[in-house]
């Protein structure tokens, strides 16, 4: 169904986001619980395509250069309706963001075994 754009190129993302999480998706059952994980799962995608852009590289590494940390940091959170609360998502984008490193030539902060090089 094409819903036209700009809709269309946002339900595209989460698409992508299903498509690519699917296995883990499906972990969940039928219904609220697969659509909260998609939704957090579709945070994460947002975080990292946030942590990928040329403008945070470039920034994040001229602050480590300066100051000795890595700014500014990405972190996600997702808001609850049942409970009115905002939640930080479930997960490590540390670790994500290790998994894209090599793939989208990401700066590597951990030259010098700094634990919190990676804050995001």
């Known amino acids: ?34 659509v909260r994980r998609l939704v957090e799962l579709n945070v994460v995608e947002q975080c990292l395509n946030v942590f990928k852009t040329s403008f945070v590289q470039k920034k994040r590494w001229d602050t480590k250069i300066k100051n000795g940390k890595a700014y500014p940091q990405v972190h996600g959170f997702v808001y609850d309706i049942s409970q009115g609360e905002l939640q930080p998502v479930k997960g490590d984008l540390k670790i994500e963001i290790q998994k894209l490193r090599e793939c989208y030539d990401l700066y590597d902060f951990t030259y010098n075994d700094d634990e919190d090089a990676l804050d995001l």
């Open 1 to 34: 169904m094409n819903h036209g754009s700009p809709l269309e190129n946002w339900l595209c993302k989460i698409r992508d986001t299903r498509r690519l999480h699917m296995d883990e998706i499906k972990k969940f059952e039928p219904g609220e619980d697969q």
